[in-house]
């Protein structure tokens, strides 16, 4: 005799049921994938934030600094002159 209460009664059989095995594998899948992304990210910052190591600079290393354009201590003319060669781009720029 059948028990209707018992739990292969209420799987769905065919087709129905091959295509809810297959979705709940590929959520599975799908999950594991996820989890496994998140944990190599995660791995990737922790091991990114604990390594401690610096920049190696010789130690006769000099700063090379290459400015470009006129260098200026302190701009030119009065404030309001200057606000009004910024809205018309005419002028030097400082």
Do not use: M, T, V
């Given at each position: 005799m059948h028990d209707p209460s018992s739990s292969s009664a209420n799987r769905p059989r065919g087709l129905w049921g091959a295509l809810v095995?297959?979705?709940?594998?590929?959520?599975?899948?799908?999950?594991?994938?996820?989890n496994l992304v998140f944990l190599f990210l995660l791995l990737l910052v922790i091991s990114a934030l604990s390594t401690d190591t610096q920049p190696s600079l010789p130690s006769k290393a000099a700063l090379v600094v290459q400015p470009k354009g006129i260098l200026v201590e302190q701009l030119s003319g009065d404030p309001t002159a200057r606000a009004i060669e910024a809205l018309m781009d005419s002028g030097p720029s400082e």
């Open positions: 095995a297959f979705g709940r594998a590929f959520d599975l899948g799908r999950r594991i994938l996820i």
